[in-house]
Structure formats: C-alpha cells, structure tokens
C-alpha cells in the first residue's frame, strides 16, 4: 500500500461541483484523512481567505494553497507569501481596460478589489472571493496582493493570455489559465506545484507520499509534483495527458472515490498490523506456555 500523507485537491471543476458545492459530507472525509495522519490541501486560484470560509473547522490536518500559490498555508500559519508590486498590478489594470473587456481584479490578502462598474459581475464574483471591495478607481488602490487576475465574461481567457497578457509579461512573471474565464498573473515562480513544494518541504514528504488532482492548466505543475497525480474525466486534454491517473468527473465526486479507496487502503493496512500483532502474541503465549 503506498504510503500517502498528502492529498492537495484543486477546487472548481475538481473537487467542487459544477454548482459550486463541496461533495455531500466532505468535511467528514477531511476529518477521516487527519485521523489517518493525512493532510488536505485545497488548492485553488481562490484567495485563502475564501477556502478557509469554506473549511470552518479547519484543523492541523488541513493547508491551503490559495491564488495559485501566491499563499500557502498549514495549520494557521503563512509558509509562504509572495506580495507582487503596486507599480505592477498597476500597469496591468492599464493594460486589461486598454487591450479586452475583462475586469481586472486586486487580488488582495485581505479582501479583492473590483471596479464599481462592474457590479453586474458581482454575484458571480461573490463565488470566488467571499471578500470583495468595490471601489471607483483601481488606480487608486495600493494593497497587499499576492495575484492579478483578470475575469473574462466571454470565455476567451486562453486567447487574451496567449494574445495580451503572455507577450506583455511572460518571463517577467507567472501568467496562467484558471479555466474559459481566468487569466491569472502571479509573481515568476509562483504556481500551485510550488506551493505543494513548500509544503513537501515544511512536513518533509517526498513526491512519491504525495497525491494531486486537477482539471485545467494552472493545476499541471501540482500534478508534476506529486507521483499520485489524477486529472478528473472533465479535464482539459492536455491535463488528462500530464497526469498518471484518472479520477471520475467532479460531478460524479471523483475525488471523493479515490479519497475513499485511501481510506480503505489505510483501514486494511491497519486491520493487517493489528491481525499480525495478535498472531505474533498468540505465538509467544504458545511459546511461553510450552
């Protein structure tokens, strides 16, 4: 039986339903991971704060990788963080309201930052950022923020990046594709599997201890990080073909299936030392008795 101490999920279209909602009575399955000396990890392009709302329990099992990285997090405490500069996020809002008709977001780490015209996004947006400041002018905001990302209602995100955001920063910065919508701009080096290599290093597990599952493009360098990588049926091609492993769609609780499989795997492991440790003493009793 492997010997898995980590599982890092990715949350929209992974784990979560295509209604938004975790799987019916996940967190039990989260609590059955800890006791079996398992972490979780959501790893998402949504903010830390947001994951953590929707993981109120918490726990010392239980880490986040949120804004692809730009924060991770295990056990209430900051790993790491990486705070892009005002002057840069800047020049992209410029670049955003110049170049598409997306709506650029602050991806702050207290809250995200949208522009008050865009209000009629406010309901979707609500879905991802539990956190969300509406001011008149970005230009005016100088926050704390690990991540720009720029929301894209026609569903064009892969052709914005490759056409404007790519040539603009790319090799300057991380630019990457959280599904049709997203374009997400992080500091360079900055991904979901550097986050999962921050956590590898804090609990000291190798990659081979280490299970992923994704569906889209910024989910690839997680999957590359852990041997035990899964891509969901409702996967991006090119996810599917990165990973190992295939799990059910995120409709079907794919996820969940294989979480399942772990914990039966530990439970049998666990009924197997136990069988062995009442056999041996029942030799040492026949032994002693003789």
């Known amino acids: 039986m492997p010997d898995i101490r980590l599982i890092a999920s990715d949350m929209d279209h992974t784990l979560l339903t295509e209604a938004s909602e975790l799987p019916p009575d996940f967190h039990s399955y989260v609590e059955r991971l800890n006791q079996a000396g398992i972490v979780f990890v959501a790893a998402s392009g949504r903010p830390y704060f947001t994951l953590k709302s929707m993981f109120p329990k918490g726990g010392p099992g239980i880490a986040y990788i949120g804004d692809n990285g730009g924060t991770v997090t295990f056990d209430g405490k900051v790993l790491f963080e990486s705070l892009m500069p005002t002057t840069d996020y800047q020049a992209m809002i410029a670049l955003t309201h110049e170049q598409t008709h997306g709506v650029p977001i602050i991806c702050g780490i207290e809250t995200a ?6 209000r009629t996004h406010e309901q979707f947006l609500r879905t991802f950022y539990s956190e969300l400041t509406f ?3 970005l230009g005016t905001v100088s926050a704390k923020a690990d991540k720009f990302t720029v929301y894209c209602p026609d569903a064009d995100a892969i052709e914005r990046a490759d056409r404007v955001f790519r040539p603009a920063y790319e090799g300057d910065f991380a630019v990457t594709i959280g599904g049709r919508v997203w374009v997400d701009i992080m500091n360079p080096g900055v991904s979901k599997g550097h986050g999962l290599r921050v956590l590898a290093s804090h609990l000291g597990l190798t990659p081979e201890q280490m299970m992923a599952f994704g569906d889209t ?4 360098e997680m999957l590359d990080e852990a041997y035990y990588s899964y891509a969901v049926a409702n996967a991006e091609q090119e996810v599917r073909d990165r990973a190992r492993f295939q799990a059910a769609s995120n409709d079907e609780f794919g996820v969940v299936a294989v979480i399942q499989k772990v914990l039966a795997e530990v439970a049998r492991g ?3 030392a136990a069988d062995g440790s009442r056999s041996q003493s029942g030799a040492e009793s026949q032994t002693a008795g003789a």
Do not use: G, K
Request: glycine content about 0%; hydrophobic content about 40%.
């Open 113 to 118: 930052y949208v522009e008050s015209h865009f």
């Open 135 to 137: 001011v008149d002018d």
């Open 217 to 220: 493009f910024n989910d690839i």
């Open 270 to 272: 666990d009924s197997l």
